[in-house]
């Protein structure tokens, strides 16, 4: 766990870049309160905090619906883009090839990502794009008053009653298929869980696929929702407890070997993970047996599912320069006027 | 008989996937290199292997490069199509055709030339695996005989077309020469009515088809993020920038790429990647065709309204939907004008030449920048993928304009910092860039209501402040943009408007309408949308005014129609339009000019 070494006031304390918890603060939520997602944007904010990143060196993208109004509710300091419904990974994909020096989350809901954005989720995923994607999922259209999505469980039941006939979308199963290298699951209201995972999918290296239960306190919070405040907490099984050591911090020598998997990350820093379920993190098959076993027992599971931390992301596989492209000088970009004869004469 | 020298067409009909585009070119090249001005064609199927295709080479003393209705020699390679290629003849051409087609028995005032290619062939090419791809260099071979093609053009068109694969030109020069000895042996070679003469027309000149040029002129504009969808018949500007990109834009220590490529899943992401790109402050860009530009309207609106700089090359295919996918037309120009839901103005370049879909890709870039928005260059099949004769290109010595870009240097512009504010009185905002330390710059951009500040908003006064200030960006633009360009004296009664691929034929056609019915014409060359100034002005000093438009509706017309102040000169225009698919030719535009100009007279003696 990345707790601050002192017990001090995180809202006035400067981190190792000189920022206060404060100033990875954002403009006031305009979300339901209790809203699932504001609980997310504040774990957010512990995590960019605690991991000293400069918020103008984030880019924060996402598309349309509840979800995606939220990274307007933290990092003021960084530039957003708030795209349209279903478009945010092409726009993120565009973003993280122009300028490779950026850390890039994106913030998007099960409407966006399930249904009108699903080609686009599968893609970015493919395409191993460097950034967090963070679902914000409760299984309902809040913004247009509460439509079942792609995401609701199969029997979960409307506000209005009606009851869901469709089988619901796994994101992580999805994402694992398509060979995502960083795959968890958790829930809005797990602090010690979720800070963690942030800080782990914001340090790797390919496209880090976060699906996290958030449920809509004004649509789907009812009796008989399978995504409601009450349903996810009698039903969470975390399958091992998650801490993240950064990189400035020595790694205790003394995890054992057979509660503990430690994953160390290319730039020094480790995720550990103390087992409660018999899963290892490192065997994308065992991470699918095990959410196929699960969704067949019924079983809600969180916690990373899958890592990889030797990702290579879709930068160097495309061999693009070190530098970002948008701050290469002209010389780098315009060929010499020797270049343009040579074309010329093999024209004539 | 009388020889026809240095102008006439070839028009080749074979089977695609034969490889029947190599020996075109080499045919091409070989009357290029000896001087004589040349245009290819290529009319192909959507389709891989077994469909006709065609193929035409318009050999013109004057430089004409457009597609000429008409056909002097034809050379039958298609059992498919040869019955009606060849009753499609006017009387006087020369057919060269297998032995087992019947060309006498169909036309007897064609002149037929029957070639036993296949016995030619087998003697010329000992593998038959390979006959089938040489084949089609005997009729090169023929063709060079009967027409006095040199030795030294044919062996430089094909160390052209080869590079250095030496066997496959042993190969194929196998085949010209046997196809050269039959052509020998054969009586009518003295009489042939079509002559080739060396010229000196072409010295120093390049051939090249415009989606090379657009690609080129990316690549020297510093174009860094290209993405896109595979879609006739834009594909090829992206194989040509990978092409250039890959030889000059590669770091030559460290290999690594000073650009990128991404093949998007869809026209919906190859656009996203691009406002991404550009929101970052990549110079970004994405090609693509109708189909392509329905799939992006959603993501063009985002730019005009949260003012993110996009270049789209639109090469234009006959829609609507698949439509004609290897077809030609100018039938984008109204959609792409205002291309999304709300009120929305894009501006659109209109090359006219294989020059200008260079020049315009430094001009797109330049102008996306500058006022931060879409810009679309409206290219065509017909320019986009056919070969025309240009000068070489001039290097691009201007720095590149990358507009209002604010950065952490700029503290006393950031003090009172609005994204969407109008500070200097041109509708230009100031943008800045995600990286920016100085918080008073950064902002958070989105397609939903905002104010000056960028923030949210759902106040109809602050919106329309929006709208309003995007109208007079709109303004600013017409005198960046591209102006006309005006061919004749301006003084003469009749005005005729046409642009992009047009161009060629409509200035073939003034020739015609000068020499063959003395009448002279004014022509405006319009080259972009917003229209300056000169486009009213044009109106008003001409009686009447022809647009001509390779679409139905009349389109670029239409877009003319929504000008304020136009009201009263709309009557006095009258639309020559061409929608069949193919490109435009002269004979059209003069048959239609004077047809319409003798329909008045009548009109007026009555």
Not at chain 1, 15 to 28: E, R
Not at chain 2, 284 to 301: D, H, K, V
Not at chain 2, 318 to 325: E, I, K, Q
Request: hydrophobic share 40%; proline share 5%; with cysteine.
């Amino acid at each position: 766990m990345s707790v601050p070494e002192a017990r001090v006031n995180p809202m006035t304390t400067p981190n190792k870049v000189g920022l206060t918890k404060k100033d990875y603060g954002g403009s006031p939520s305009t979300l339901c309160t209790g809203c699932g997602h504001d609980s997310i944007t504040l774990h957010i904010i512990s995590a960019f905090y605690e991991l000293n990143i400069p918020p103008h060196k984030v880019a924060k993208l996402s598309g349309i619906g509840c979800s995606s109004k939220t990274p307007a509710y933290f990092l003021s300091g960084a530039h957003g883009f708030n795209a349209v419904h279903g478009r945010m990974p092409s726009v993120a994909t565009g973003a993280a090839v122009a300028n490779r020096s950026m850390v890039n989350i994106a913030v998007s809901g099960d409407g966006d990502s399930a249904s009108i954005g699903m080609g686009q989720f599968v893609h970015i995923v493919r395409r191993n794009i460097p950034l967090l994607y963070i679902i914000e999922n409760n299984g309902v259209y809040g913004l247009t008053k509460g439509q079942f999505s792609a995401t609701s469980d199969l029997g979960s039941v409307q506000k209005k009653g009606d009851s869901n006939h469709f089988n619901p979308i796994d994101l992580c199963m999805l994402a694992l298929d398509l060979g995502c290298d960083f795959v968890g699951r958790s829930f809005s209201g797990d602090a010690k869980q979720m800070v963690p995972l942030i800080e782990s999918g914001l340090s790797h290296r390919g496209t880090a696929v976060l699906d996290v239960i958030s449920p809509c306190i004004t649509f789907n919070n009812h009796e008989g929702s399978t995504k409601s405040y009450k349903f996810v907490k009698d039903n969470d099984q975390a399958i091992h407890e998650i801490g993240f050591v950064p990189s400035y911090t020595p790694i205790d020598v003394d995890y054992d070997p057979g509660t503990t998997t430690v994953v160390a990350l290319p730039d020094g820093a480790h995720i550990t993970l103390k087992k409660i379920k018999d899963h290892d993190p490192t065997n994308r098959k065992a991470a699918l047996d095990l959410l196929h076993a699960a969704r067949e027992s019924g079983h809600f599971l969180t916690g990373l599912f899958y890592v990889n931390p030797d990702t290579v992301p879709f930068h160097e596989v495309i061999k693009i320069a070190e530098t970002p492209l948008v701050e290469l000088s002209i010389d780098k970009i315009r060929p010499s006027n020797a270049s343009l004869n040579e074309v010329m004469e093999s024209l004539k | 008989m009388s020889v026809k020298v240095n102008d006439f067409s070839i028009h080749v009909a074979t089977v695609n996937g034969s490889g029947s585009q190599s020996s075109n070119n080499v045919l091409m090249r070989s009357i290029f290199r000896m001087g004589i001005p040349v245009s290819g064609k290529n009319l192909f199927p959507s389709n891989i292997q077994g469909l006709p295709t065609w193929f035409t080479i318009r050999v013109n003393k004057d430089g004409w490069a457009a597609r000429k209705a008409e056909t002097e020699i034809l050379v039958c390679m298609n059992d498919q199509t040869y019955v009606e290629d060849v009753k499609a003849l006017k009387p006087g051409s020369v057919v060269l055709h297998h032995e087992h087609m019947s060309v006498p028995a169909l036309r007897k005032d064609v002149t037929s030339i029957s070639i036993p290619f296949s016995k030619i062939i087998s003697e010329a090419c000992p593998d038959p695996r390979l006959r089938k791809l040489a084949v089609n260099m005997v009729y090169v071979g023929v063709l060079a005989e009967f027409l006095g093609i040199t030795d030294e053009g044919l062996e430089l068109a094909m160390a052209q077309q080869f590079k250095t694969k030496q066997k496959v030109i042993d190969l194929n020069r196998a085949a010209i020469v046997a196809g050269r000895k039959f052509a020998k042996e054969h009586s009518e070679v003295a009489s042939f009515p079509f002559k080739v003469e060396p010229m000196n027309k072409t010295q120093g000149k390049i051939l090249i088809e415009g989606n090379a040029a657009c690609a080129l002129g990316s690549v020297f504009s510093g174009c860094t993020v290209v993405s896109w969808y595979p879609i006739t018949p834009s594909s090829s500007v992206i194989d040509y920038f990978t092409e250039y990109a890959e030889k000059y834009r590669v770091d030559p220590v460290s290999k690594q790429k000073n650009f990128a490529i991404v093949q998007a899943e869809d026209e919906l992401s190859a656009m996203g990647m691009v406002l991404g790109a550009s929101w970052m402050g990549a110079r970004a860009m994405t090609s693509t065709s109708g189909p392509g530009i329905s799939l992006i309207a959603e993501f063009t609106g985002l730019g005009y309204f949260a003012e993110i700089p996009a270049v789209v090359y639109d090469i234009q295919r006959v829609g609507p939907s698949t439509g004609l996918p290897t077809r030609t037309s100018q039938a984008d120009v109204l959609f792409a004008a205002i291309l999304s839901h709300g009120d929305t103005k894009n501006i659109c370049l209109y090359p006219g030449s294989v020059l200008e879909c260079y020049e315009f890709a430094a001009k797109a870039f330049d102008t996306a920048e500058r006022f931060q928005t879409p810009v679309f260059v409206l290219s065509d099949l017909d320019i986009g993928m056919n070969f025309y004769m240009a000068d070489p290109f001039p290097y691009l010595e201007a720095p590149l304009d990358r507009g209002k870009v604010l950065t952490d240097k700029d503290t006393e512009k950031l003090a009172t910092y609005g994204r969407y504010a109008d500070v200097d009185g041109d509708g230009i905002p100031y943008r800045t860039l995600p990286g920016m330390k100085d918080r008073r710059g950064v902002f958070f951009t989105r397609g939903s209501g905002h104010n000056e500040k960028a923030a949210y908003t759902e106040s109809g006064v602050e919106y329309k402040n929006v709208m309003d200030r995007l109208l007079k960006k709109w303004e600013t633009a017409k005198s960046f943009v591209p102006a006309p360009i005006l061919t004749g004296s301006g003084k003469n009664r009749i005005g005729v408007i046409a642009y992009g691929s047009s161009n060629e034929p409509m200035m073939e056609s003034i020739h015609q309408l000068k020499t063959e019915a003395a009448l002279e014409v004014d022509y405006l060359r319009i080259r972009a949308y917003p229209f300056s100034n000169d486009v009213k002005k044009f109106l008003e000093n001409h009686d009447v005014i022809y647009v001509v438009e390779q679409n139905r509706d009349a389109q670029l017309l239409s877009l003319i129609k929504m000008e304020k102040g136009y009201e009263s000169l709309l009557s006095k225009t009258e639309s020559i339009l061409h929608y069949s698919g193919l490109p435009l030719d002269a004979r059209y535009i003069t048959n239609h000019v004077l047809e319409l100009e003798s329909n008045k007279q009548k009109k007026r003696i009555a």
